[in-house]
């Protein structure tokens, strides 16, 4: 019998959040310690206080842990601790030592694993999300796409209306109701109370998040809020400025870039499988016209930072491109 440990954090008491949390956190343990549902003999969960809205036992039912005997209960309130966390214990059958999972705060509560950030930074289309995505599985940590959350503030400034000015805009970020959520592993970004994950990814979204992100309120606010994110846990942020700007003491920092062509041809195929009609021509265009903004901006434009590896894909893959990231972390580690 084996006694496996682990824990998480959600980032707000909402039952959404909760349900995905625990699945992660179990599927992951489960899936390290090669476990069957069979396996599994019992499992002890508890959380902190501030965890009132959803049962977490009933989360680990609903991610199909119904077959063993479950038990949660609520931790004392102590103070100083981590909040908004929830642990588990699990009792499973076989032999070997136990692989524990301790997935975003939470890895704060294992100081023998050291906390660490990885910067992506790139033009668009240059793979860096694909790359993030799956490096943040590899490494079992969190990735924040900060593209998402320009591209956000694109979609409330376009759809109130409002002037890409920084006077008109400077209310509109000041009252901004933007969240950052996780749920089955994957970040939604919630603006208003809505789930704007697919509609911030609109051809005319992008084109408008790449300008109004030259604006100072607009920077600021969205790097005080990926700083906050980033400070809580390992993670990897893919950009425009991580490694200049939000995260310049990041661990790890890579320039991810490749030719016009090639970046136009990868969103091309992103858009058709979302049903968009793509015109090759005109979205290299876009992407070029993008770049430029990007770069020449006053406020953080896009730039390697003198100590991020530049990595060109243009004739690599991405399992390649992640592989070669992967190893080079691996190597400082
Ligand atoms: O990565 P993306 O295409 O989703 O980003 C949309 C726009 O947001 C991009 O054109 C520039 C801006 N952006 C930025 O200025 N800084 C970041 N860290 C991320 C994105």
């Known amino acids: ?18 349900r995905s949390a625990v699945g992660e956190l179990l599927c ?3 899936e390290k310690n090669s476990l069957s549902y069979s396996d599994i003999v019992c499992i002890l969960l508890s959380n902190t206080s501030d965890i009132v809205s959803f049962y977490p036992a009933k989360a680990a039912r609903e991610a199909g842990f119904s077959s063993c005997a479950l038990y949660s209960s ?3 309130e102590i103070a100083g601790a981590l909040p ?14 136990a692989k524990h999972v301790y997935l975003r705060g939470a890895a704060n509560l294992r100081k ?4 660490f950030a990885i910067a992506l930074d790139g033009p668009s289309g240059s793979g860096k999300s694909t790359v993030a995505k799956r490096l943040a599985e590899e490494f079992d940590i969190l990735y924040l796409d900060t593209g998402a959350m320009y591209r956000a503030c694109a979609l409330k400034a376009l759809s109130t209306g409002c002037a890409f000015e920084e006077k008109a805009l400077e209310p509109l970020i000041g009252a901004l109701d933007l969240r950052i959520l996780y749920r089955d592993g994957r970040q939604h970004t919630v603006l208003d109370g809505r789930d704007v994950s697919e509609e ?3 051809p005319e979204v992008s084109m408008a998040a790449s300008k109004i992100s030259a604006f100072a309120c607009v920077r600021k606010k969205m790097v005080e809020m990926q700083r906050k994110i980033a400070a809580e846990q390992s993670c990897v942020l893919d950009g425009r400025d991580i490694g200049t700007a939000v995260l310049p003491d990041a661990e790890f920092k890579f320039f991810i870039t490749a030719d ?13 499988e979302k049903g968009y009609a793509v015109d090759y021509e005109r979205l290299r265009e876009e992407i070029e016209e993008r770049d430029r903004n990007d770069s020449t901006r006053k406020i953080s434009p896009l730039r390697r930072a003198d100590d991020a590896e530049l ?14 990231i992967k190893k080079k972390i691996q190597e400082k580690v």
């Open 84 to 97: 908004l966390c929830i642990r588990v214990m699990v009792f499973a059958e076989g032999e070997g030592a």
């Open 1 to 18: 019998m084996r006694a496996i440990r682990g824990a998480t954090t959600v980032s707000c008491d909402c039952a959404e959040e909760i």
């Open 28 to 30: 992951k343990i489960k």
């Open 112 to 115: 023998d694993l050291k906390k």
């Open 260 to 272: 016009s062509a090639t970046r136009a041809k990868r969103r091309g195929r992103e858009l058709e």
């Open 200 to 202: 911030i990814r609109r």
């Open 311 to 324: 990595v060109d894909t243009s004739a690599m893959t991405i399992d390649e491109v992640v592989a070669y």
């Open 74 to 76: 609520a931790e004392p």
